[in-house]
């Protein structure tokens, strides 16, 4: 086969502890899947299904523990946002999965952030259009190593925070998610296939807030590490 260009590498996210790489194929993300969060942009917290946008796969910037990246201010934005998130990895496909299987298909877990240009998103939302424009943009969705499913323990019930410039924004525990990992999965499933390489931006809690160049954004999971982003 040839092509008329050469095909851009894959984007892979770096395994904890090792040499190896997840290739990334999809990337789904959960709105509003925090009570408080969902309270603070608006809504009811009632436990609606859930509903998902998508991100190009080569909008997931990979960064390595203990260093911090440099992410430009994307354009035509005057109101960037942080969302700081757990990441689940698929490892194995499948559709209409059942809840109780729903975990046996992912592979590991990370940090993530769900950086969104809140005033297009706002603007997209008004108009009753896709939020693409407000989510789906370049080097939206930084992401720390993935550690496998095996190795992290009560990720369920993990404290999940961020801070700017070294003050508390989020902070909150994964065992608050309306919508848990596996039911998300198992929910998913059924409307896509689900394969292995598809990441899951799992939701963001409440303290969303915007951050301006020069801010330096940290982050964590309980036993998944720090993620590290500053704004160039």
């Known amino acids: 086969m040839s092509f008329v ?24 993300c959960v709105g509003r899947n925090y009570a408080a969060h969902a309270r603070e942009m608006g809504f009811d917290p009632d436990r609606e299904p859930p509903f998902f946008f998508c991100k190009p796969a080569d909008a997931v910037v990979p960064v390595a523990e203990g260093s911090t990246l440099s992410l430009p201010y994307p354009p035509e934005t005057s109101n960037l946002h942080y969302e700081i998130e757990l990441v689940a990895a698929i490892g194995r496909g499948g559709a209409d999965i059942p809840v109780a299987q729903a975990l046996e298909h992912v592979w590991g877990y990370a940090v993530g952030l769900d950086m969104t240009r809140r005033d297009l998103q706002m603007k997209m939302r008004e108009a ?41 924004k989020q902070k909150s525990d994964i065992g608050k998610l309306i919508w848990s990992v596996a039911e998300t999965v198992s929910y998913l499933s059924r409307y896509f296939r689900l394969e292995a390489g598809d990441l899951i931006y ?12 020069g801010d330096r954004m940290v982050g964590g999971v309980d036993g998944l590490g720090t993620l590290s982003v500053e704004m160039v």
Not at 7 to 27: K, L, T
Not at 136 to 147: E, R
Request: glycine content about 16%.
């Open 202 to 213: 799992t939701g963001t809690p409440e303290g969303v807030g915007p951050v301006v160049r």
């Open 5 to 28: 260009f050469d095909p851009a590498a894959p984007v892979a996210v770096p395994v904890a502890g090792g040499r190896d790489s997840f290739p990334v194929r999809r990337v789904y």
């Open 128 to 168: 009753g259009r896709p939020w693409e424009l407000g989510k789906a943009f370049d080097l939206s969705g930084p992401i720390g190593p993935l550690h496998p499913a095996a190795s992290v323990q009560n990720i369920g019930k993990a404290g999940i925070w961020l801070q700017v410039n070294g003050t508390n």
